[in-house]
């Protein structure tokens, strides 16, 4: 059982940053690829990034490449979604989970635990 906690939401004007955490319970972290959805009011879940159980690789939707950064401290048991030139479009829950495949994947179907998400609202 592994037990996901997300913080580090917030409001923020556009052109802003914020620096999502994901902090897992557990010795067993490193054995999964971890991922980010979001979920903006009225739409369904999105993916947004993935990264690979050491971290070697990550992977992003198209519409946050160039702007979101994910990494992960397998010491800190944590994985950590960097945001920079944030748009109002950004706003939605934003949700970490962690899948038991080495690669991840885009669809939250992999995904076999979630935290309870953290609000990110981006202001114009």
Excluded at 7 to 16: F, K
């Amino acid at each position: 059982q592994v037990q996901l906690v997300e913080s580090g939401g917030g409001l923020v004007q556009a052109g802003g940053s914020l620096r999502l955490s994901c902090t897992a319970s557990g010795r067993t972290f490193s054995s999964y690829a971890m991922g980010w959805f979001r979920r903006a009011p009225g739409k369904e879940r999105e993916f947004v990034g993935g990264i690979t159980q050491t971290g070697i690789s990550t992977y992003y939707r198209d519409s946050v490449k160039g702007r979101f950064t994910i990494s992960r401290d397998n010491a800190k048991n944590t994985v950590y979604l960097q945001m920079n030139s944030l748009k109002p479009e950004d706003t939605a829950a934003y949700y970490c989970g962690a899948s038991r495949t080495p690669w991840g994947s885009n669809k939250a179907s992999e995904y076999d635990y979630w935290g309870q998400g953290t609000q990110v609202t981006v202001s114009s």
